[in-house]
T-cell receptor, first 114, second 113 residues
Framework: AQSVTQLGSHVSVSEGALVLLRCNYS??????LFWYVQYPNQGLQLLLK??????LVKGINGFEAEFKKSETSFHLTKPSAHMSDAAEYFC????????????FGTGTRLLVSP | DSGVTQTPKHLITATGQRVTLRCSPR?????VYWYQQSLDQGLQFLIQ???????AKGNILERFSAQQFPDLHSELNLSSLELGDSALYFC????????????FGSGTQLSVL
C-alpha cells in the first residue's frame, strides 16, 4: 500500500519568502510522485511530477521538488512566494505498475501575507 | 479551464434520496476518475473507468455506483444518501489508463440535509 504524509496543514509565509511544503511517502515499489494545487472553487491542477527520471523536478509557476529516496521525501519549494501562490497543495503517490491509483495526502494550505 | 465539465456545480438534497452527478471528460481522454473530497477524509479515490470499462475501484460505498457511456461521459450515482455523504465530488480525466497527469473538473458540491 502507498501513502503520503504532508507535514503541516497550514503554512504561512511573507511575500518574497521561501516556500517549503513537506511531503513524505511510503511505498513498497518505486513510486511516481506528484504535487497538485487547488485554488479556491476550482479543481486540482498538476504542478509537477516525478516518474523516475531526474530527481529534481521543475514545475509550473516556479515550483520545484526533489525526490530523495534515502529520506522518502518529495518536498515542494519555491524561492520567492507571490500572493497568487495562496492555495491548497496536495502531494500524491502512485505505483509505476499496475492500476496506478493516485493516493493523495491531506493537503497543506499556503497562506501568503504582504 | 481544464476541459473537464461537471454538472451540477451544487446539489442540495435530503437524506434517503438519490442523485446523479455527471462528468464530461476532456476531448479525446479515455479515462475518467471520481474522487470525493471531505474535511474529515480528505481526497478519496472512488472509481476509475477506461473506455467504458471499470478499471480500478477505491473506497466506494455499495450505495454508490458509476458508469461510463459510449460517448465517454460518466455518471456517478449516489443513493440512500446520508448526512456524511455531503462532500465535494471531483471528476478527473486522462488520455490513457495511467494517471501520469489528471485533469480535474471544478467539482460538484453535494449537501445532504
Amino acid at each position: 500500500a502507498q501513502s503520503v504524509t504532508q507535514l503541516g496543514s497550514h503554512v504561512s509565509v511573507s511575500e518574497g519568502a521561501l516556500v517549503l511544503l513537506r511531503c513524505n511517502y511510503s511505498s513498497s515499489v518505486p513510486p511516481y510522485l506528484f504535487w497538485y494545487v487547488q485554488y479556491p472553487n476550482q479543481g486540482l491542477q498538476l504542478l509537477l511530477k516525478y516518474t523516475s527520471a531526474a530527481t529534481l523536478v521543475k514545475g509550473i509557476n516556479g515550483f520545484e521538488a526533489e525526490f530523495k529516496k534515502s529520506e522518502t521525501s518529495f518536498h515542494l519549494t519555491k524561492p520567492s512566494a507571490h500572493m497568487s501562490d495562496a492555495a491548497e497543495y496536495f502531494c500524491a503517490v502512485s505505483s509505476n505498475t499496475g492500476f496506478q491509483i493516485l493516493v493523495f495526502g491531506t493537503g497543506t494550505r499556503l497562506l501568503v501575507s504582504p | 479551464d481544464s476541459g473537464v465539465t461537471q454538472t451540477p456545480k451544487h446539489l442540495i438534497t435530503a437524506t434517503g434520496q438519490r442523485v446523479t452527478l455527471r462528468c464530461s471528460p476532456r476531448s479525446g481522454d479515455l479515462s475518467v476518475y471520481w474522487y470525493q473530497q471531505s474535511l474529515d477524509q480528505g481526497l478519496q479515490f472512488l472509481i476509475q473507468y477506461y473506455n467504458g470499462e471499470e478499471r480500478a475501484k477505491g473506497n466506494i460505498l455499495e450505495r454508490f455506483s458509476a458508469q461510463q457511456f459510449p460517448d465517454l461521459h460518466s455518471e456517478l450515482n449516489l443513493s440512500s444518501l446520508e448526512l456524511g455523504d455531503s462532500a465535494l465530488y471531483f471528476c478527473a480525466s486522462s488520455p490513457t489508463s495511467t494517471n501520469e497527469k489528471l485533469f480535474f473538473g471544478s467539482g460538484t458540491q453535494l449537501s445532504v440535509l
